[in-house]
């Protein structure tokens, strides 16, 4: 059993958030402590488990990129693939754009909002990889851009 199956939810990148918040509700409703305050330890001990796999997969389904670098091990695509020398390039310009930026505001905004925007099109590219191509071994190198982006955003964040 996959962590889509597991909660419910359609396998596929493009998700409805409230769709899965509900399903891990529901299913973490199903193994709730207090559900279990009269069970053996064994049944307890179970309980927890489903819960930690439940919270597992939650996290693992609610981040774009891990949603999608899930999908493509689901379909077994090399993980190791390196990320393509331009997208590179990009990074470091960012990263210097960032530490440049690092005590103006409004020029961290305009970069934040830039970078949303090419994280806004690499989504649409890789829903439309996944979803409607199952082209996992393309859709993988434009989700190792969208982790770097997400990483950049919230280091943009954490200085805004």
């Keep these: 059993m ?3 199956e597991l909660l419910k939810v359609p ?3 493009e998700i ?5 918040e509900n399903a891990w509700r529901e299913a973490t409703s199903k193994v709730h402590p207090d559900r279990f305050a009269t069970a053996s330890a064994s049944e307890k001990k179970v309980a927890l488990s489903w819960a930690s796999l439940i919270n597992e997969a ?3 389904l609610k981040n774009d990129a891990t ?3 899930y999908l493509c091990e689901l379909n077994d ?3 190791n693939t390196p990320v393509s020398g331009e997208f590179l390039a990009t990074q470091m310009l960012w990263h210097e754009q960032l530490e440049e930026y690092s005590n103006d505001k409004p020029k961290l905004r305009t970069l934040a909002n830039e970078i949303n925007e090419k994280k806004s ?3 649409a590219c890789i829903t439309e990889l996944i979803d409607h191509k199952a082209d996992y071994e393309k859709a993988f190198s434009k989700l190792q851009q969208l982790q770097y982006i997400q990483k950049i955003l919230s280091l943009i964040e954490s200085r805004l």
């Design 2 to 4: 996959n962590y889509f």
């Design 11 to 13: 396998q596929k990148f």
């Design 16 to 20: 409805d958030e409230v769709e899965l």
């Design 58 to 60: 939650y996290s693992k």
């Design 67 to 69: 949603r999608g670098f």
């Design 77 to 79: 695509i090399n993980l």
């Design 121 to 123: 099109d690499l989504i």
